[in-house]
């Protein structure tokens, strides 16, 4: 499923939309008119809410997880229309599994969850119950961004922007409403809020004002208006290529970039090689390698961990093409367009590139403030930043 398009058509005049995440494909399919981006919209928040409920989640895990598995998918899709995927509303009408439901399902083979389900939430708050209470009052906030770009064999930026997503984990007492204000509020293009958002208060103060689910969830994603962009990379990534005869050669050189001195963790570069490589050799001395020659043939490349200041990391790849069996390609050897598009074909074409920067901001928007109404005791609040590597790619 790595190599299939998102979407496909089917048999029977229906259109089949699937996302993979991990070991699962979630696949839905289409017989009627539908906008694709709801279909991925709702498969992605089918996978958030399993595994909110469920954990890990593997073929083994739904299988022990069947029947609150199936209550969910009843509650999230009704007669083929999406309901809801947001969990807030989804405890109240599915209830978590615990060890003992499971202990005793698989013993009578009779589902329990619906003998014990919750009540219903009917306020004008459904996403949140009526009398919540925690031992200790948390708030906590992750600001998100990821940074996709298309960086060319000098390490110049072809393209460049920047999204991010707002998340929460509330563990809040009573029915609290919380105001968000952040320092640059007008950079942000393109926001989509959670429901429990009053949309009017941030359209006309460009302040976040919300009664919050209890426990985790996704308060917004936006992008970064293309005029506020100073198109800055944590990391800098600069390839060159040769070849001679059957040789091919590629060299990588990566150095640290502007990220206000934070630590550049989890760095990965994968390069794909051409289907006709062997005998693939890899050099570096710094960070770890490994050659994978199943399916189609790429390297990657790990380095912990990389700090302002640090001297530029090199890595070089070295392998071998096959010649060309094929008839067509033997006829026309003599013609300069078919030798230029041989040679681009046994040459790697980009590496993709993956980090991630702690306490870091790229786009620089941050929290301003958090205060609280209605509620009158002491909350503990918390904000951490993180930049990733959304698509990130060189191209040779």
């Not at 298309?150 to 007492?173: E, F, P, Q, T």
């Not at 001679?244 to 206000?260: A, F, H, K, W």
């Amino acid at each position: 499923m790595n190599d299939a398009e998102p979407i496909w058509s089917a048999p029977l005049s229906s259109v089949c939309i699937h996302i993979q995440r991990r070991e699962l494909v979630y696949l839905g399919i289409i017989s009627q008119e539908v906008l694709p981006l709801e279909v991925l919209e709702l498969l992605d928040g089918v996978d958030q809410a399993l595994t909110e409920y469920i954990g890990l989640l593997s073929d083994i895990t739904i299988k022990e997880n069947f029947t609150t598995v199936y209550q969910l998918l009843s509650e999230m899709v009704d007669s083929g229309s999406a309901v809801t995927t947001d969990t807030s509303v989804l405890r109240g009408l599915v209830p978590v599994p615990s060890l003992v439901n499971r202990v005793i399902e698989n013993v009578s083979g009779i589902g329990i969850g619906s003998e014990q389900r919750p009540d219903v939430n009917t306020s004008s708050t459904p996403w949140r119950a009526q009398g919540i209470r925690h031992s200790n009052n948390e708030f906590f906030l992750d600001f998100v961004e990821r940074i996709d770009t298309i960086v060319d064999a000098n390490g110049s930026v072809v393209s460049y922007d920047i999204s991010g997503d707002i998340g929460c984990k509330s563990k809040l007492s009573g029915m609290p409403d919380l105001l968000l204000a952040l320092n640059k509020p007008e950079t942000m293009d393109d926001v989509a809020f959670h429901p429990c958002v009053r949309i009017n208060k941030w359209e006309s103060e460009g302040i976040i004002g919300f009664v919050p689910p209890d426990g985790q969830f996704k308060l917004a994603s936006f992008h970064v208006a293309s005029e506020s962009l100073r198109r800055t990379l944590p990391l800098y990534v600069s390839a060159a290529t040769s070849r001679q005869d059957s040789s091919r050669t590629i060299d990588l050189t990566i150095e640290p970039g502007q990220c206000e001195g934070k630590p550049i963790e989890k760095v990965q570069i994968r390069v794909p090689l051409p289907p006709s490589a062997y005998n693939i050799r890899v050099q570096c001395k710094t960070g770890t390698h490994t050659v994978s020659t199943a399916r189609t043939p790429q390297v990657e490349w790990s380095i912990k961990s990389l700090k302002q200041g640090d001297q530029s990391s090199r890595v070089t790849i070295q392998y071998l093409v096959r010649p060309s069996a094929s008839p067509a390609s033997s006829i026309s050897k003599s013609s300069p367009h078919s030798s230029s598009a041989d040679q681009k074909q046994d040459m790697a074409q980009a590496g993709f590139v993956d980090f991630e920067v702690a306490g870091y901001s790229v786009s620089s928007i941050k929290v301003d403030s958090l205060r609280m109404l209605r509620e009158s005791y002491k909350l503990f609040k918390g904000v951490r930043y993180v930049t990733k590597a959304g698509s990130f790619q060189v191209r040779f």
